[in-house]
């Protein structure tokens, strides 16, 4: 008898997930490749240095985050979760958590970046819990509403594809 | 392309598609996609689903 029993994971679902990761490993290793380029090459793209460059390899990830994101949507998924990825019902308190610890975590990364590179305005004990509790706040709204969007529009999707997939 | 038989052997079986899914590990909608006909499964899962319907492979998933 196994100590551990592995749980079966639905292999429609890892077969689609590990197809969006599969694309944005893609856009990533292109992208990264035009990226090294460009700082061997030296220098910032043309056109671009009108306004504040934030970097290629930002870009690079959002856009490889985006695809995948939008990749796992069209297959009718809300998640890389087998629990979650098909889920009638928005799964409220296990997005909650998640959001919680998004907006912990970026709270976090302000108040610390700021204190270590010596933010003028970050002198208070106050002010730094007011900066904190701000972030918090609005990366978990901002990540719960992002979540409940993706999670409507995955429902319709795997709604629409289980009705073509009955017409046919 | 349909999969009517797994469809009848389920309903003669008086499984829902979530019942048959609890028994095989995947999701409702996988089961719902196998019959419409919009997923192709793995041997693995075929024989799974046969085992939880008690059918052979030739019964629910060779067409003639």
């Given at each position: ?38 700082k061997?090459?030296g ?36 998640d ?14 296990h ?55 993706t ?10 594809q289980l009705?073509?997939a009955?017409?046919? | ?6 469809k ?34 793995t ?9 939880a ?12």
């Amino acid at each position: 008898m196994k100590l551990f029993q592995k749980k079966p994971k639905d292999e429609r679902i890892v077969s689609e997930v590990n197809k969006t990761y599969k694309a944005a490993w893609y856009v990533m290793s292109v992208g990264f490749i035009i990226d090294l380029y460009q700082k061997m090459a030296g220098g910032t793209p043309e056109g671009i240095s009108t306004f504040r460059y934030v970097g290629l390899e930002v870009l690079i990830f959002l856009a490889a985050a985006v695809l995948q994101i939008v990749l796992l949507v069209r297959g009718g998924l809300m998640d890389d979760n087998p629990i979650y990825a098909e889920t009638d019902r928005f799964p409220l308190r296990h997005y909650l958590g998640i959001s919680a610890a998004d907006g912990a975590g970026a709270g976090v990364l302000y108040c610390v970046c700021s204190l270590l590179f010596g933010a003028d305005y970050f002198k208070s004990a106050f002010v730094i819990a007011i900066c904190f509790a701000g972030i918090f706040v609005c990366v978990l709204i901002g990540c719960l509403i992002a979540f409940f969007v993706t999670w409507r529009a995955a429902k319709k999707r795997r709604a629409a594809q289980l009705a073509q997939a009955e017409e046919d | 392309m349909k999969n009517k038989k797994m469809k009848l052997a389920r309903i003669e079986k008086d499984l829902s598609q979530a019942q048959l899914a609890e028994a095989v590990g995947v999701t409702r909608q996988t089961i719902g996609m196998i019959e419409a006909g919009g997923y192709n499964p793995t041997l693995k899962l075929c024989i799974a689903i046969c085992r939880a319907l008690d059918k052979t492979l030739d019964d629910l998933f060779w067409e003639e």
